[in-house]
């Protein structure tokens, strides 16, 4: 166990429908990344946050994609105007600067219809 | 662009048969290779990380190395615990991306008794 807990672990939705994950790293992690998951592929980097500083978006980030991490404690990835494409796990883990060792949640699966 | 490589993508072993894993690299200044273990709907978990051509990192029946080019972990006389989908990632060494993990797509491992 981690201590990174991601919410809901599991959502359906209807194409068009907003959806919000919310992730709650341990109080040491001051990073925070959110990466995107699909079947036989390795996770994709999506954003991350050193406190409540967002530092870096990939490309794979669309307009409907939005991050926070208020405070520099737990955060949120909410998408707007779900599509099919947008069906994946969606992986937060939390870290320390300088370091690659990142210790993730178990994920929240996102299924659109 | 920085690119990961894993091979191969599936691997079965029988129990005790000796094996190592793949993970090709290119990146523009290496700061730190990897590895992370994934259980099947869970997120990866992480197993070691290398910084430099040489490096060994051990533990229990796993054992990474590193070369400048790619990166091995080998797995003596494996058990059926240890199938998973072995992950490789890498952290470049630049100061916009310096904090993103770029992976690979994995190998899934079976280890039948």
């Known amino acids: 166990d981690t201590g990174v807990s991601q919410n809901p672990r599991h959502k359906i939705t209807k194409r068009g429908q907003n959806v919000t994950f919310r992730c709650d790293p341990i109080?040491?992690?001051?990073?925070l990344y959110w990466y995107r998951q699909t079947l036989g592929q390795g996770p994709e980097f999506l954003t991350y946050?050193?406190?409540?500083?967002?530092?870096?978006k990939s490309r794979l980030l669309s307009d409907r994609f939005s991050a926070e991490r208020p405070k520099g404690s737990f955060s949120t990835l909410e998408i707007q105007r779900t599509e099919q494409g947008d069906s994946a796990m969606y992986l937060c883990?939390?870290?320390?600067?300088?370091?690659?060792?990142?210790?993730f949640g178990e994920g929240s699966r996102l299924t659109v219809l | 662009e920085d690119q990961v490589t894993q091979s191969p993508e599936a691997l079965r072993l029988q129990e005790g048969e000796s094996s190592s894993l793949n993970c090709s690299y290119t990146?523009?200044?290496?700061?730190?290779l990897f590895w992370y273990r994934q259980d099947p709907g869970k997120g990866p978990e992480f197993l070691f990380t290398?910084?430099?051509a040489g490096e060994e990192k051990e533990k229990e029946r796993l054992k990474a190395t590193l070369t400048k080019k790619e990166s091995f972990l080998h797995i003596t006389a494996p058990k059926p615990e240890d199938s998973a989908t072995y992950l490789c990632?890498?952290?470049?060494?630049?100061?916009?991306?310096?904090?993103?993990?770029?992976f690979g797509r994995g190998t899934q491992l079976t280890v039948w008794p």
């Open positions: 883990a939390g870290g320390l600067p300088n370091t690659g060792e990142l210790f």
């Open positions: 109080s040491e992690h001051n990073r």
């Open positions: 946050f050193q406190n409540e500083a967002q530092l870096e």
């Open positions: 990146v523009s200044g290496l700061r730190g």
């Open positions: 290398l910084y430099s």
């Open positions: 990632a890498v952290q470049a060494d630049r100061g916009s991306t310096l904090g993103r993990l770029y």
